[in-house]
């Protein structure tokens, strides 16, 4: 059990660009949850997706943000024309839908220049 | 409304003495509690969870918290703390008619010879 995988550990771009960040949940986990963590903010749920489909996305800024599952291997959170404010550790966690314990991946971290 | 509040944004303890990090809820319903810990560039690892029964559960590493549904608390313990100890440690609330999990701010704690 490799745990959950999030793919680039740290990303960095320019203002206006496009940054995806992916996540692979552990196997046989049916959700999966994104988490965005700032010294300003904290932690902060986004959104969430149960066996593929997207459940609650009420953290999920309105606008350049969404998230996809297209497969039960992988999530992602993909933002358009970031902003300097978007840099921050994203999280992702899955969890078994019986389990009430949620784990995490390493995070990714956007920096936004 | 759902929340858990941590009053402690640092916490500085000598090693060997003992540790009691707060945390406060509030819930509408059963709540769920969890304590993460966050190592420097890590993602998040669960210490211990509240779901019911005995107040005191024990958690990895010497840790253990206690639950009071009078107080609202979930405070975290350890008889005695060791310099790997230094970390972000969370509180976190799950409703058992939510989804997803409230994090607290976060105590970071500094372990000093």
């Known amino acids: 059990n490799a745990g959950v995988i999030q793919t680039p550990r740290h990303k960095v771009t320019g203002k206006g660009q496009e940054a995806t960040l992916w996540c692979e949940p552990i196997?046989?986990?049916?959700?999966v949850f994104w988490y965005r963590q700032t010294i300003v903010q904290g932690l902060e749920f986004l959104t969430y997706?149960?066996?593929?489909?997207?459940?609650?996305d009420s953290g999920m800024p309105k606008e350049r943000f969404s998230a996809q599952m297209p497969n039960q291997s992988h999530s992602t959170l993909k933002i358009q024309s970031t902003q300097p404010q978007d840099s921050a550790v994203y999280l992702c966690?899955?969890?078994?839908?019986?389990?009430?314990?949620?784990?995490f991946g390493p995070g990714t971290r956007l920096t936004v220049l | 409304a759902q929340s858990v509040t941590q009053p402690d944004a640092r916490v500085t303890v000598s090693e060997g003495a003992s540790l009691q990090l707060r945390c406060k809820y509030s819930?509408?319903?059963?709540?769920?509690l969890f304590w993460y810990v966050q190592y420097p560039r890590q993602g998040l690892q669960l210490l211990l969870k509240?779901?019911?029964?005995?107040?005191v559960v024990q958690g990895v590493n010497g840790f253990e918290a206690e639950f009071s549904k009078s107080n609202s608390s979930f405070h975290l313990r350890k008889a005695s703390v060791h310099w790997s100890d230094s970390a972000v440690y969370f509180c976190?609330?799950?409703?058992?008619?939510?989804?997803?999990?409230?994090f607290g701010t976060g105590t970071k704690l500094q372990v000093v010879p």
């Open positions: 196997s046989g986990h049916s959700a």
């Open positions: 509240y779901y019911s029964g005995d107040p």
């Open positions: 819930s509408s319903g059963t709540p769920y």
């Open positions: 976190v609330l799950r409703m058992d008619s939510g989804t997803y999990q409230r």
């Open positions: 966690a899955s969890r078994d839908w019986g389990d009430y314990e949620q784990y």
């Open positions: 997706f149960r066996n593929q489909a997207p459940i609650d």
